[in-house]
Nanobody, 126 residues
Framework: QVQLVESGGGLAQAGSSLRLSCVAS????????MGWARQVPGKEREFVAS????????YYADSVRGRFTISRDNAKNTVYLHMNSLKPEDTAVYYC???????????????????WGQGTQVTVSS
């Protein structure tokens, strides 16, 4: 069974940093494009960042570009989201996703991902 387990969320002050981790199991990690999305109550899940299978290409939503960094360690079956200069509007549940894409490319369409974790709450206070 495929499992994606996020960790690292919590309370943070505006301007501070957090690092989220997502450990994958039950899948051939290096064959999956990985991504992060976030969701707040009453809104659709929003794409945040994606990294291709080999870790050579990354892509970010405009709202986080320049502040967040996605990375992966295929030897550890882990993808990370380094969040810097946090803002209150970053408050959301953050989800880790995996997409067995045909090409070694990033994926920015949330509905294309095959699996999602349970999420980890990030709350940013001003």
């Amino acid at each position: 069974q495929v499992q994606l387990v996020e960790s690292g969320g919590g309370l943070a002050q505006a301007g501070s940093s957090l690092r989220l981790s997502c450990v994958a199991s039950g899948l051939a990690f290096s064959t999956y494009t990985m991504g992060w999305a976030r969701q707040v109550p009453g809104k659709e899940r929003e794409f945040v960042a994606s990294i291709n299978k080999s870790g050579t290409v990354v892509y970010y939503a405009d709202s986080v570009r320049g502040r967040f960094t996605i990375s992966r360690d295929n030897a550890k079956n882990t993808v990370y989201l380094h969040m810097n200069s946090l803002k209150p509007e970053d408050t959301a549940v953050y989800y880790c996703g995996a997409d067995n894409a045909f090409w070694d490319t990033i994926v920015e369409v949330v509905d294309e991902y095959d699996y999602w974790g349970q999420g980890t709450q990030v709350t940013v206070s001003s």
